[in-house]
């Protein structure tokens, strides 16, 4: 049977004076709770305890019943945490956190729990609020240090483990009262690219200056803590239910970025903040800690390729893409080994001779169930979880094989282009291995060209400039790729060893019809020939986007309009028959793809 709340609130009235049978028998259990419980009029006044809250409080039933409990809960400095939790309860009703109790014995290294409940009769106004109070621990020394273990030396937040133990406790309480939560995880865009320009004494500061702005954004019933090198973690009790938890989580998020949004000043200089912020919900989205942990970094991972300062929440779509991102991630790592990955050759044609001069190595994967998987797929996997630095090497080595293949063919010598990822550039000593493999193989290192974005130059210029100077003093040659879609400075790029530049296709696209991006690679090409540089445009399709480019005068082109990328075999025999590009007198209005067999 039901009780609506006019009876629940008579029942206690009852349960006050002790006139029922359900009285004296819910005396009995309370007199036996290892929980303290206290019943509170709506003035605050303690009408009612049990054995529990009276031994939590080293004090005795008579001395406690009558008090006002705000004289026994609280320090005069904590007034920030009364006014919160006057304004909660009147507006939610409910409110939940950490409390150390002035009486307690040794209150200063004692920690509880603290649960209030406002009862509401039928008429709506507050009579009684029900008051649960049960011990986290007693610091003392042994548990001290423990404690201090447990949490992170740099920004004195709760480490990922505490973290953990405090979501287990509120998920507990949250299912026992019905309430939704809230967990945030929080990752500091190009942190690391700060933390290794500025130094790791300011990046430091950083991250304390980033947890202090985190704490202000929370109530004190909320926790945050520094769960990885710049990811924190923050946990949000009691948001509502349904659309209430999203708004809320929602309005953490939003008033997070705002405290982010002034610069930090580090040293002598303003460095601007940005995060992405994953958000999942209990017991929306999951019922226990880890899928809950699981489920904010899913969303992390969606809010940080969405741009910067962007959260998101969770959702089943993103879990899908996560576990077929985790199957293709598996796969990807057996694939080498299993001999799946294959390099096509996209052959690069002088515009001058129409004579094939170099091509570029371009990696294809052959699942042996899905058949070819394109590289947009399964690249960007390999450059986040760190496996393009192994395919990376074997990419080299693969190419610098082919091109030792082709000498011993005694083939017209070409110049295989070869794709440097940028976490390869930083992470690997790039020029111990083209050493090893040009001694291996033994061919000619300027038969090898090495092609890097400005992005992976430009993140630390100096040991950029050293690395591609060795590079360069083995005889390999450089480029530079997909020219004008990064941030390089003009007057920076006369510093590196770059022998050639190739425009990106973007520039290329629409070159007959808009006369911007004609002028654009007009000065590009301008610009390299100046710094005696070689010009490969890229992206060549129709036969009046050569007519540009060989006007403007560019060295070389690679694109449909020549050839795909193909396998080593077909690359061989069209080296062995001598295959040109036609000048433009001798196309006439022939279709290119029927022209040249694609």
């Known amino acids: 049977m039901v009780m609506n709340s006019k009876e629940r609130t008579d029942n206690l009235v009852e349960f006050l004076n002790g006139r029922t049978s359900e009285a004296r028998l819910l005396d009995v259990l309370l007199e036996n709770s290892r929980e303290g419980v206290a019943l509170v009029d709506w003035r605050g006044n303690i009408r009612r305890i049990n054995r529990a809250f009276a031994r939590m409080m080293h004090q005795p039933h008579e001395t406690l019943e ?50 209030i409940s406002a009862i509401l009769p039928s008429n709506g106004k507050i009579r009684f609020f029900l008051c649960q109070l049960s011990e986290i621990r007693i610091l003392r020394s042994s548990v001290v240090q423990t404690m201090e273990q447990a949490r992170d030396p740099l920004t004195n937040l ?108 580090l040293g002598s200089q303003e460095v601007e903040l940005s995060v992405a912020i994953g958000i999942t919900l209990f017991p929306q ?71 094939v001069m170099g091509a570029e190595a371009l990696i294809r994967w052959f699942h042996p169930e899905k058949g070819m998987i394109s590289p947009a797929d399964f690249i960007p996997i390999a450059e986040e979880t760190g496996l393009i630095v192994p395919i990376g090497e074997w990419v080299i080595r693969t190419a610098c094989r082919q091109i030792a293949a082709w000498k011993v063919m005694n083939l017209p010598a070409i110049r295989v282009g070869v794709n440097l990822s940028p976490l390869q550039f930083q992470r690997q000593d790039v020029v111990g291995i083209i050493k090893d493999v040009l001694q291996e193989t033994g061919i000619d290192p300027a038969s090898l060209d090495l092609e890097i974005t400005e ?113 080593p075999e077909e690359l061989t025999q069209m080296l062995r028959e001598g295959r040109r590009l036609p000048f433009p007198q001798t196309v006439g209005s022939e279709n290119i793809n029927q022209k040249w067999g694609h």
């Open 455 to 567: 992005s992976a130059i430009m993140e630390d210029v100096e040991k950029a400039i050293r690395i591609l100077a060795s590079i360069s003093a083995l005889g390999v040659h450089l480029s530079i790729d997909d020219f004008g879609t990064g941030y390089s400075s003009l007057s920076q790029l006369r510093h590196f060893p770059f022998k050639t530049l190739k425009i990106d296709r973007s520039f290329v696209r629409f070159i007959t019809e808009n006369n911007g991006d004609k002028a654009i690679v007009n000065a590009i090409i301008a610009m390299a020939h100046s710094l005696d540089q070689n010009v490969i445009v890229e992206g060549l399709e129709t036969e009046g986007q050569l007519a540009v480019l060989r006007a403007l005068n560019c060295n070389q082109m690679q694109g449909f309009l020549f050839s795909a990328a193909v396998p």
């Open 66 to 115: 009558g008090k006002n409990i705000v004289r026994l809960i609280s320090h005069s400095e904590d007034r920030a945490l009364l006014e919160e939790i006057v304004e909660t309860l009147w507006q939610d009703g409910y409110w939940s956190g950490n409390i150390r109790p002035w009486l307690a014995q040794d209150s200063k290294n004692t920690e509880m729990f603290l649960k």
């Open 285 to 355: 989205d999951a019922q226990d800690s880890e899928t809950l942990l699981k489920n904010a970094e899913t969303a992390l991972d969606h809010a940080r390729r969405r741009g910067r300062n962007n959260y998101q929440f969770f959702s089943a779509e993103m879990a899908e893409t996560a576990r077929k991102r985790f199957a293709m991630e598996s796969s990807l790592r057996h694939a080498m080994e299993r001999d799946e990955l294959k390099l096509y050759y996209q052959p690069q044609v002088d515009l001058g001779s129409g004579q």
């Open 158 to 265: 709760a480490t990922r483990s505490l973290f953990v133990d405090r979501l287990e406790q509120a998920i507990s309480g949250a299912k026992r009262h019905r309430r939704s939560l809230g967990v945030l995880i929080l990752d500091l865009d190009r942190f690391k690219l700060i933390n290794d320009s500025l130094g790791h004494e300011l990046g430091d500061e950083m991250l304390r200056i980033v947890a202090a702005r985190l704490i202000q954004c929370l109530r004190t019933s909320d926790s945050v803590a520094r769960i990885g090198f710049d990811e924190f973690g923050m946990l949000l009790t009691d948001i509502d239910e349904g659309t209430g938890a999203i708004r809320n989580s929602g309005f953490v998020a939003r008033k997070i970025y705002d405290a982010l949004a002034r610069p930090a000043i």
